[in-house]
């Protein structure tokens, strides 16, 4: 059986390929109408304003690049099964999205609310990872806030790699 990817969905996977592409300023309910190959008329009835829709934009965002992934960690019970798994999966994100999303947040305060919301909810998850093997809380929060830092910035240096180089790479960082 095929998934039917729901109208309001194709308006929100769309935006956030303008906003990997093309950046935020190209977030127009004209330009989403045309690449959508849908009418304003149907923009405004699944999301009535450019704002709300710029509100549910992040929710997907947040939902695709963080929900999701923290889901699909929990179903691995030993640390060293998450760790792998959360790092196959983050770095499937596109880090072009990423750095495009917290640029965005830099000058707009509805996205920087939303992208601090994301880091503590991974940093939590990522704390919680470490707890086990770490003699106190304050001591896993710590590992958790050096890596995922590390994360951030790898996303600014992954340009310089093969897929195979950064793979390994990878690897060596996150893996135990």
Request: glycine content about 2%; aromatic content about 10%; charged content about 25%.
């Amino acid at each position: 059986m095929q998934n039917i990817v729901k109208p309001k969905e194709i308006w929100l996977s769309k935006g956030l390929k303008i906003l990997e592409e093309e950046g935020p300023n190209f977030l127009s309910i004209d330009n989403l109408a045309l690449q959508t190959g849908k009418t304003k008329g149907s923009f405004y009835h699944h999301f009535k304003s450019r704002e709300k829709y710029i509100e549910a934009l992040l929710n997907y965002y947040e939902m695709k690049t963080t929900v999701e992934i923290l889901h699909a960690v929990n179903e691995e019970k030993e640390q060293v099964a998450q760790l792998k798994k959360l790092t196959a999966l983050v770095f499937q994100i596109s880090s072009r999205l990423e750095l495009v999303v917290r640029a965005w947040a830099l000058h707009e305060p509805v996205v920087k609310d939303f992208q601090d919301s994301i880091d503590q909810k991974r940093l939590a998850h990522l704390t919680e990872i470490y707890l086990p093997t770490c003699s106190d809380f304050s001591q896993a929060q710590a590992q958790a806030f050096k890596n995922y830092s590390i994360y951030i910035g790898i996303q600014q240096l992954r340009h310089l790699h093969t897929e195979n180089k950064f793979r390994a790479l990878l690897k060596n960082i996150f893996l135990p």
